[in-house]
C-alpha cells in the first residue's frame, strides 16, 4: 500500500494487535446458560447489554448481573471474568515491535471498542510478557470506547481524534478488521485498510520499516 502521503495511524486493538476469537468467549460462556439460550454476540453486531458496557454505561457488576438475567447464567463473577477473557487469544511480539519501530516515523493511536474486564486483562498481558506497564504506552493516545462513552462505527470516534490531536484526515490511516467500521471511516474522510484474514500489520508494513 501506499504510505506517502500518510503521516498519522490509528490502529484497531482486537484482530489488528491482539488475536481474537469471539466464538471462543460464546462458548464459554454458554457453557454456564441454565435454559439452552444462544448469546447475541459477534464482529458484526451484538445485543443492548454489551454496547452498554463497551460504551461505559454498565460496571463490571452491572454487565455481570444482565449476563446473568439476559441469558440464565448460573456462574459466579470470576468465572463469567473468564470466559468473557477467552476470546483475547495472544499478542504476538513482532506486533509490538512493528508499533515500536512506526512510533518513531508516525504518530500512532489505538481506537477500541472494548471494556474494563477486557482492558484489565489484556493489559496484564502486555505487562507480563513485554513488561510494559500498559497498551497506552505505545501510542501517542488511546481511545477506549467504555472510556469515552463512544464506539465505532459511529463518525463521532473519528471526529473527536481528529479533533483532539489536529489531524488531517488525508494524512490519517485507519487499519481495522471490521468492515463497518472501515466503511464508517471512510465517509469521514479517512484513508483506510481493511486489514483481512490472513493479513496482518507485520505484512503491511514490511516495507515501511525495513
Same mark, same amino acid.
Given at each position: 500500500?501506499?504510505?506517502?502521503?500518510?503521516?498519522?495511524?490509528?490502529?484497531?486493538?482486537?484482530?489488528?494487535?491482539?488475536?481474537?476469537?469471539?466464538?471462543?468467549?460464546?462458548?464459554?460462556?454458554?457453557?454456564?446458560?441454565?435454559?439452552?439460550?444462544?448469546?447475541?454476540?459477534?464482529?458484526?453486531?451484538?445485543?443492548?447489554?454489551?454496547?452498554?458496557?463497551?460504551?461505559?454505561?454498565?460496571?463490571? +457488576?452491572?454487565?455481570?448481573?444482565?449476563?446473568? #438475567?439476559?441469558?440464565?447464567? @448460573?456462574?459466579?463473577?470470576?468465572? !463469567?471474568?473468564? &470466559?468473557?477473557?477467552?476470546?483475547?487469544?495472544?499478542?504476538?511480539?513482532?506486533?509490538?515491535?512493528?508499533?515500536?519501530?512506526?512510533?518513531?516515523?508516525?504518530?500512532?493511536?489505538?481506537?477500541?471498542?472494548?471494556?474494563?474486564?477486557?482492558?484489565?486483562?489484556?493489559?496484564?498481558?502486555?505487562?507480563?510478557?513485554?513488561?510494559?506497564?500498559?497498551?497506552?504506552?505505545?501510542?501517542?493516545?488511546?481511545?477506549?470506547?467504555?472510556?469515552?462513552?463512544?464506539?465505532?462505527?459511529?463518525?463521532?470516534?473519528?471526529?473527536?481524534?481528529? +479533533?483532539?490531536?489536529?489531524?488531517?484526515?488525508? #494524512?490519517?490511516?485507519?487499519? @481495522?478488521?471490521?468492515?463497518?467500521? !472501515?466503511?464508517? &471511516?471512510?465517509?469521514?474522510?479517512?484513508?483506510?485498510?481493511?486489514?483481512?484474514?490472513?493479513?496482518?500489520?507485520?505484512?503491511?508494513?514490511?516495507?515501511?520499516?525495513?
Amino acid at each position: 500500500m501506499d504510505l506517502t502521503s500518510v503521516k498519522n495511524i490509528i490502529f484497531d486493538l482486537g484482530g489488528v494487535i491482539i488475536n481474537i476469537d469471539y466464538f471462543k468467549s460464546i462458548r464459554e460462556l454458554e457453557k454456564y446458560c441454565t435454559a439452552g439460550h444462544t448469546i447475541e454476540y459477534s464482529q458484526r453486531a451484538q445485543s443492548h447489554l454489551f454496547d452498554l458496557f463497551e460504551t461505559g454505561n454498565s460496571s463490571p +457488576e452491572e454487565f455481570r448481573q444482565h449476563l446473568r #438475567e439476559a441469558y440464565h447464567l @448460573d456462574a459466579t463473577d470470576e468465572q !463469567i471474568d473468564e &470466559a468473557w477473557n477467552a476470546m483475547l487469544l495472544d499478542i504476538p511480539a513482532e506486533r509490538i515491535e512493528l508499533l515500536r519501530e512506526l512510533g518513531n516515523k508516525y504518530r500512532i493511536f489505538l481506537l477500541s471498542n472494548t471494556n474494563a474486564i477486557h482492558m484489565k486483562r489484556f493489559n496484564e498481558m502486555v505487562e507480563h510478557s513485554f513488561t510494559m506497564p500498559s497498551l497506552d504506552s505505545l501510542f501517542e493516545q488511546a481511545y477506549y470506547s467504555h472510556l469515552i462513552g463512544q464506539r465505532k462505527p459511529d463518525a463521532i470516534v473519528f471526529e473527536q481524534i481528529l +479533533e483532539q490531536n489536529d489531524l488531517q484526515r488525508e #494524512e490519517t490511516l485507519f487499519i @481495522d478488521d471490521s468492515i463497518q467500521h !472501515i466503511e464508517s &471511516a471512510r465517509k469521514v474522510g479517512l484513508q483506510t485498510l481493511f486489514l483481512e484474514p490472513p493479513l496482518t500489520i507485520n505484512q503491511v508494513f514490511r516495507d515501511a520499516v525495513s
